[in-house]
C-alpha cells in the first residue's frame, strides 16, 4: 500500500503519466486500423495532415482549448481522444491505488494498455490485432510465474533428483489459456455449423488467452461470464427490434422461451422446495429450453437474422472488473452458495 503521506503526489503523477500514454493508445490505434506506423510520422491532423503544434498535443487540454476543433482546418476532433485520455489515466490511478508501486502494477499496467488499444480497434472495426493479443500470453505466463498475483501454495513436481515446486499461479494460467482456447475455438466451430459463418473472431481467442495468463481461471470465467452478460445489454434489444419490425415471431417466442425455461432451474436451487420436485422441474424446463433453442437457431440460420456486434469490448470490460473486484465478487458467491 501507498504511504499515505505519499498518496496525493503519486496518484497526481500517475494520473498524467496515464493521460500521455492514453494518448499514444488511441493513436497506435487509429493507426492500426488505417494501416499506418503508430510511430512515425509524428502527430498530424487526420483530415487536412496538418502537422500538431506542442501546444496542441497536451492531453485533454488541448481538446479543450481547441474547441474540439483542428487549428488548421477547422474540422471537428473525434471525442475519442479525450475519452481515451482520460479512461486511461483513470485505470492507472485505479492499478497504483489497488496494487501500489509494484512489480505487478507495472505488469497490469501493461496489460491494461494493451486491453485499451483492442477496445479501441475491435469498437471501430472489428479488428483485434496479434501485436496487442498475443504479447499477453507470454506477459502473463511471467506474471504468474513470478507470483506476483500473490496466489498462495505451489505444486511440487518431482524430478528424481531435485523436486521443483511450480507456482499454483502459473498452473492456473496455464488452465485459464486452455479455457480460453476451448471455449472460443468451440464456439467458432459451432458457429460454423449451426449459421454458416464464425460468430466469433479468433481475435477473441487471442484476447482472452492473453488476459487469462494475468488472471487465472478462475477469474478468467468470471470475465467470460461478465462480459457474454455485458454483450446481451445492446444486443438483446436490437435481435427484438429487428425481428418484431420483419415479423420474425418464431424467432422472437422460442428465444423467449428458451431463455426463460434455461434460468427457472437457477430460481429452483435457492427454494425450499422438495429436491425430488425441484428435479423433475429442472429437468423438463431444461428439455424445453433445449427444443426451443434449436428452433431458435434454425430460424436465426435461415432468415440470416443473425446481428453481430464486436464481443471485444464487452469482454474487456468482464477482464477489467474481474481484476479489480473479480475475487470479492467470487468469495462474495460462494459464501452465498455456502448459505444456500
Sequence with gaps: ?????????????????????????????LRLLANE???LPASHCPKCQAPLRPID????????????????CKEPISVQYPLIELATGLLYCLTVWFF????????????????????????????????NSLPLIPAGLLYSLLNLGHVAGSFPLDLG???????????????????AYIFFEGMILLSNVVFGTEGFGHGDTHLMMGAGAFLGWPLTVL???????????PAIPMLVIQWIKNKQYVSLISGAVAMTCGTIPLILMNTGMPVDIRMQISMACMVISVI????????VKTAQSFTYLPLGPALIIGIIIALFWGNDMLAAYQSYAFHH
Excluded: R
Excluded at 505488469?107 to 488499444?117: A, D, E, K, M
Excluded at 470475465?223 to 445489454?233: S, W
Design 100 to 131: 501500489g508501486l509494484s512489480w505487478q502494477t507495472l505488469f497490469l499496467l501493461f496489460l491494461l494498455s494493451q486491453l485499451i488499444v483492442i477496445f479501441i480497434t475491435d469498437l471501430l472495426d472489428k479488428s483485434i490485432y496479434e501485436i
Design 57 to 72: 498535443n497536451i492531453p485533454v487540454i488541448s481538446y479543450i482549448l481547441l474547441g474540439g476543433k483542428c487549428h488548421a
Design 161 to 179: 533428483v531435485l523436486i521443483i515446486h511450480i507456482p499454483n499461479a502459473l498452473i492456473s494460467s496455464v488452465m485459464a489459456i486452455a479455457v
Design 292 to 299: 426451443a433453442l434449436f428452433v431458435f437457431l434454425k430460424q
Design 223 to 233: 470475465a467470460l461470464v461478465l462480459g457474454f452478460f455485458i454483450q446481451t445489454i
Design 1 to 29: 500500500m501507498l504511504d499515505p503521506t505519499l498518496q496525493p503526489l503519486v496518484m497526481s503523477l500517475t494520473f498524467i503519466v496515464g493521460l500521455c500514454i492514453g494518448s499514444f493508445l488511441n493513436v497506435m490505434g
Design 37 to 39: 506506423d503508430f510511430i
